[in-house]
């Protein structure tokens, strides 16, 4: 579920625009943004260049940052800087049209500026390109998650716009509504299946996205039991209190049955106990952004959890401890959505990168990582959002039609078809 859309940043953007965008937290090489456009609007740009090399420093794999030293390098006459941040930009397989900047204008007819912006046109083209796995033709909502029943072989995808979950049957594989009406869920985000098979698990919220009453971002958010068996509403959980908005978009069922649940908008993960009757909040940190999947360790000590404006978090399950986990030069770790634990290490949906891709990526104990992208280039492969690792492959959903919906269009979108890609665990 993307709140910010933070790497797919257009070429206009300047240092001052960043002065527009409120800060949700207080992690430091935000201060330092805009300190630096603070500055660069008062026409010093020597001052916005020095924080924003010391915000570099604090995250080497923020692209935008890497942008705003480029334009910046080139205005102060320091060509072979500015080349060296695109080539850092370059390095983590991005794509972007630098050459239609006009911010480099002044670097058109150097080679290396020629080289790179061929490098930054191509992205990465040698990954993996994932392979379709269901198509659901005929879809007007925004396909959020999806979610495979081994025993059954039935499929379900939580429905942001039409506020519910679908099921697509094994045998006709035809299309029906698992949740009812009556129940009025909001907008469903993440599915999960309790181990005995009882429960459906899903967090919901409103949106503007949706259709119906009450569609206003972050108004309602709960956590909600579905009974498998029936599809009917058990039980609600919801995100109360702290006078602010919740939007649960993600949550992980522990191997105790505890549910811990993100919060994008209060910047927070919420517990539900085995048996619990109210969700509580089990940490909050005012470094936090804006908090997406999870995904643990394979001893449970370790909880992962991805900031979209952030990176990845490791926390220690027993005292709580964060750390910030390094990328590696040729990655990035902002714009991640899902993420999920495989063997060596987790997966990550990279919906806030162009090209939109989904990672290997290897937690180390020093807190940096490795790298690599496992999927990514294909053309309908344009608007990612959640999956599941089932057995030995990873299926996530290859075009969700959150694009479509950005901004609110004046009449629904044409149905389309809505591909769910899988790719070999290795």
Not at 265 to 279: D, M, N, S
Not at 314 to 319: E, K, L, M, W
Request: charged residues 20%.
């Amino acid at each position: 579920m993307r709140v910010l859309r933070l790497l797919s940043f257009p070429l206009s953007l300047t240092l001052a625009g960043i002065l527009a965008s409120p800060l949700a937290a207080t992690p430091k090489h935000a201060y330092l943004m805009r300190e630096a456009a603070a500055a660069a609007q008062a026409g010093d740009q020597a001052t916005a260049l020095a924080k924003l090399e010391e915000a570099a420093q604090l995250r080497p794999d923020y692209p935008r940052l890497q942008v705003l030293l480029a334009r910046t390098y080139v205005e102060l006459d320091r060509p072979a800087d500015a080349l060296a941040a695109l080539q850092r930009l370059a390095d983590m397989g991005l794509h972007l049209n630098v050459a239609a900047d006009p911010a480099f204008a002044a670097l058109k007819d150097v080679p290396e500026f020629k080289s790179v912006s061929s490098r930054l046109l191509q992205g990465l083209t040698s990954a993996a390109s994932g392979e379709a796995a269901v198509t659901l033709p005929g879809v007007d909502g925004i396909i959020e998650s999806c979610l495979l029943d081994p025993a059954s072989q039935a499929w379900y995808f939580g429905d942001v716009r039409n506020r519910c979950i679908w099921q697509r049957e094994a045998r006709s594989g035809q299309l029906r509504k698992f949740t009812a009406d009556e129940d009025a869920l909001d907008g469903v985000f993440k599915l999960a299946l309790s181990p005995d098979r009882k429960t459906l698990w899903a967090v919901t919220a409103t949106m503007a996205v949706m259709t119906g009453e009450d569609a206003a971002d972050g108004k309602r958010s709960a956590l909600v039991a579905i009974d498998f068996a029936t599809g009917r509403v058990a039980a609600r959980f919801p995100a109360a209190g702290k006078g602010v908005k919740h939007v649960l978009g993600d949550f992980i069922i522990a191997a105790d049955g505890t549910i811990f649940a993100t919060d994008s908008v209060y910047q927070a993960i919420w517990r539900l106990p085995p048996e619990g009757k109210e969700l509580e909040v089990w940490l909050e940190n005012e470094q936090f952004l804006n908090l997406q999947g999870l995904a643990f360790s394979g001893d449970g000590r370790t909880l992962f959890m991805s900031d979209y404006a952030n990176g990845i978090w490791s926390i220690d399950v027993a005292t709580k401890a964060l750390t910030l986990l390094t990328a590696p030069a040729n990655a990035s770790f902002f714009g991640l959505d899902g993420i999920y634990a495989v063997p060596g290490g987790l997966l990550a949906v990279q919906n806030g990168a162009n090209p939109q891709r989904v990672l290997h990526i290897e937690p180390a104990a020093t807190g940096a990582s490795a790298a690599r992208v496992v999927a990514s280039g294909r053309a309908d492969m344009t608007d990612l959002s959640l999956g599941q690792v089932v057995n030995d492959r990873f299926f996530f959903v290859g075009n969700s039609g959150w694009a479509l919906f950005d901004p609110l269009p004046a009449s629904p979108p044409a149905p389309r078809t809505v591909t769910i890609y899988s790719i070999p665990i290795d």
